[in-house]
């Protein structure tokens, strides 16, 4: 038996390194390529895969992102080519290689071509060798093809065109109107920036904008309400190496963020719950605004996300801030507990983040709107206990729909003689610049 058959490799998958036999390292192609068909297969979240890739995070990211965005419009094209559907890798590789020389402008054709076609060799499949040779034909043509490719993309449905299911379009019409929803979704198929949040109470605005320029790197702030507390930062910059990241100097969070949290209107001394706070950007905003005093709970049900929630919490230096496990929809553990002050930032459709939660739009469903509707409404049912008499509860969402917000608030109020719907607002991200987001402020009668 050969000493490749004894630890488990086999020639197709080495590569010979002066003496040695190393296993042959996949192109950031393949990796992009199996991660696409690992969704195609099982929907699982590319976020989470990615979040395992070592190597040219970035390039992989911006394919994986961009191919589940465009997911409509590459099988458009695809089909004008192929006469029926090959195998779900041989598509996630034709929406590798489509993807990159269809809607990226920062690659090499040819690499684009040749490393695509290396990862369906490198597959482990009897007939590789054919796959390949059609995934070079196929990418040959687009590449000549490109420009009327394009041009005939633009004259398709709006469902293929912006690549977005046409359920949601149809409502976002009714409900935005034609215009408004053609600049929604060209917006949503727009890689997203990273926002930096910089906490005052650990350095003014101006001095991190200088420690960003002393080591090189050039943010801009962002334009939502002209504030220096939001900075966009350079793509390819990794959010570790910012200076002041350890000291916990900024969060990573859009300006979206903050209008909840500002209804909300925490201060010094209270005591205040963030419910569903995880990754903790809204908890560490809180915390600064009370200036690091009274009492404030971050509690979240879901075990990953608490320990993401501890270490936001631990780098941003808010040691008074308490963390907790719980489930909102059943309410504060200690049930006889109450608080000045609690934000509900509960689960939604995410259809305000779809640039940044790029699967969202193909898990749309009106059983799942029906679903989620029960969840948010037993969350406000069951928190709504914990608030103080004159105490006030924000309810908020990243979602657009009027069901999810307007309607179930609105709702909500109406049953609820001793709660009054004092104020609401809802951004819309075309026009703010911002994710999408709702909230609204609720007071309880004295």
């Known amino acids: 038996m050969s000493i490749c058959k004894i630890i488990g490799l086999d020639f197709q998958s080495l590569e010979l390194s002066g003496s040695l036999l190393l296993p042959m390292k996949k192109n950031s192609r393949e990796v992009a390529a199996e991660i696409i068909y690992n969704w195609i297969e099982s929907e699982s979240f590319p976020d989470r895969q990615l979040a395992e890739v070592k190597d040219d995070r970035a390039f992989v990211t911006e394919m994986v992102y ?22 779900d890798f041989i598509v996630a590789a034709l929406h590798v290689g489509i993807y990159q020389l269809c809607f990226m402008d920062n690659v090499e054709e040819f690499a684009a071509v040749h490393e695509t076609v290396e990862a369906i060799k490198n597959r482990r499949h009897p007939d590789a060798l054919r796959a390949a040779g059609m995934v070079n034909a196929v990418l040959r043509n687009v590449q000549e093809e490109k420009a009327d490719i394009l041009k005939n993309l633009q004259k ?19 409900q935005y109107g034609e215009r408004d929803t053609r600049q929604l979704c060209e917006w949503n198929n727009q890689p997203a920036e990273t926002i930096l949040r910089v906490e005052p109470a650990r350095i ?160 749309f469903t009106r059983d799942r709107i029906e ?36 309607e179930m608030v609105g709702r909500w109020a109406r049953e609820h003689s001793d709660w009054r719907l004092v104020k609401a607002k809802r951004l819309f991200p075309p ?16």
């Open 204 to 363: 003014a605005p101006a001095d991190f904008i200088k420690a960003l320029e002393d080591a090189k790197i050039y943010a801009e702030p962002h334009p939502f309400q002209c504030s220096e507390l939001f900075l966009i930062l350079p793509r390819g910059v990794a959010v570790p190496s910012v200076p002041g990241y350890k000291e916990g100097w900024f969060t990573v969070q859009d300006p979206a963020t903050s209008v909840s949290v500002e209804l909300l209107d925490p201060r010094p001394g209270e005591s205040v719950l963030d419910a569903c706070a995880a990754p903790g950007g809204k908890t560490a905003m809180i915390a600064g605004m009370m200036e690091g005093t009274g009492e404030l709970t971050a509690m979240d049900v879901h075990d990953d996300r608490l320990d993401t929630l501890a270490d936001t919490i631990k780098r941003t230096g808010w040691d008074f801030v308490k963390i907790l496990k719980g489930d909102a929809a059943k309410g504060f553990p200690q049930k006889e507990q109450q608080f000045d002050a609690i934000l509900l930032d509960v689960p939604c459709l995410n259809t305000g983040v779809l640039r940044r939660r790029v699967d969202a739009r193909w898990r």
């Open 371 to 406: 679903t989620i509707k029960k969840t948010q409404r037993q969350i406000l049912n069951a928190m709504s206990k914990h608030v103080k008499p004159g105490g006030r509860m924000v309810y908020s969402t990243c979602s657009l729909e009027v069901e999810e917000n307007e």
């Open 66 to 87: 961009g191919i589940v965005r465009r997911k409509l419009a590459l099988e458009y094209i695809e089909q004008k080519f192929i006469p029926r559907r090959p195998e």
């Open 156 to 174: 398709q449905s709006d469902e293929i065109r912006f690549s977005h299911p046409e359920s949601l379009i149809n409502r976002w019409v009714k």
């Open 431 to 446: 026009k703010s610049g911002t994710d999408g987001a709702y909230a609204a402020l609720l007071v309880r009668a004295e």
